[in-house]
C-alpha cells in the first residue's frame, strides 16, 4: 500500500513557474512508478508526466513537454513536478498517482493502484 500527499500548488501568473511535491509513504513506496495527471473543471483527467521507480525513465505528455520536469528524490519516495512558463491551460487540480504492480504504462490512467486528494495550481492571464 502506497499513501501520497501532494503539495506546492497555488496561484500562479502566466510564465511563472511552481514546484509540486509528491511525498509518498508505505511498504511499496520505493518500488512505485509515480505518475502526475491533472483534472480541470469537466469530466476528462489529463496525463501529464511519469517517473518510474527508478527515476531512469520518464514521460511527458505534448502539452508540456519542455516546460515540466518530474524528477525523483535519493530516497525514492518524493516525486517533483517542476512547472515553468506556466498557461492558464495548465490550471487544474494535479493530482500525483501511484502504479505498484511493476509495469511502466505511464499514460494509462487505470494502471494507477493509489491516488494523492490532489493539490490546485491556478494560472492567471
Known amino acids: 500500500q502506497v499513501q501520497l500527499v501532494e503539495s506546492g500548488g497555488g496561484l500562479v501568473q502566466a510564465g511563472g513557474s511552481l514546484r509540486l511535491s509528491c511525498a509518498a509513504s508505505?511498504?511499496?513506496?520505493?518500488?512505485?512508478?509515480i505518475g502526475w495527471f491533472r483534472q480541470a473543471p469537466g469530466p476528462e483527467r489529463e496525463f501529464v508526466a511519469a517517473i518510474d521507480w527508478s527515476g531512469t525513465r520518464t514521460h511527458y505528455a505534448d502539452s508540456v513537454k519542455g516546460r515540466f520536469t518530474i524528477s525523483r528524490d535519493t530516497d525514492e519516495t518524493t516525486v517533483y513536478l517542476q512547472m515553468n512558463n506556466l498557461r492558464p491551460e495548465d490550471t487544474a487540480v494535479y493530482s500525483c498517482?501511484?502504479?505498484?504492480?511493476?509495469?511502466?504504462?505511464?499514460?494509462?490512467?487505470?494502471?494507477?493502484?493509489?491516488w494523492g486528494q490532489g493539490t490546485q495550481v491556478t494560472v492567471s492571464s
Open positions: 498517482a501511484a502504479e505498484t504492480q511493476g509495469g511502466f504504462f505511464p499514460s494509462r490512467a487505470t494502471e494507477y493502484d493509489y
Open positions: 508505505g511498504p511499496t513506496a520505493r518500488s512505485a512508478h
